[in-house]
């Protein structure tokens, strides 16, 4: 049983900052790669940024410059810090995990979604 909890979504204005957190719970060995998604009306789910277990970072072109991920492997935790924020922005935030839960056995899990709205 393993769960990822979000949270920080919210509405801000147009240039306004947001942070979120999506926290791992349950028993696990370890986490790898984690990232943060979203997907805006009428459109298809995105990759937004990823943090690999090492921390390595990848940022979309869209973002890039203004969203900053990072993580903390001692509370199992994501972040992903939204500056400059614009109304294009709007969206439901989704946390992904690659979790390893025992020997070879491994699962990519999904937190419920924080909807970030920002308003012009």
């Known amino acids: 049983q393993v769960q990822l909890v979000e949270s920080g979504g919210g509405l801000v204005q147009a240039g306004g900052s947001l942070r979120l957190s999506c926290a791992a719970s349950?028993?696990?060995?370890?986490?790898?790669?984690m990232g943060w998604y979203r997907q805006a009306p009428g459109k298809q789910r995105e990759l937004v940024a990823t943090?690999?277990?090492?921390?390595?970072?990848n940022c979309a072109d869209s973002v890039k410059g203004r969203f900053t991920i990072s993580r903390d492997s001692a509370k199992n935790t994501v972040y992903l810090q939204m500056n400059s924020l614009k109304p294009e922005d709007t969206a439901v935030y989704y946390c992904?995990?690659?979790?390893?839960?025992?020997?070879?056995?491994?699962?990519?899990?999904w937190g419920q979604g924080t909807q970030v709205t920002v308003s012009s």
């Open positions: 349950g028993i696990f060995v370890s986490i790898n790669d």
């Open positions: 943090i690999t277990s090492g921390g390595t970072t």
């Open positions: 992904n995990a690659g979790i390893i839960l025992g020997l070879l056995r491994a699962g990519d899990y």
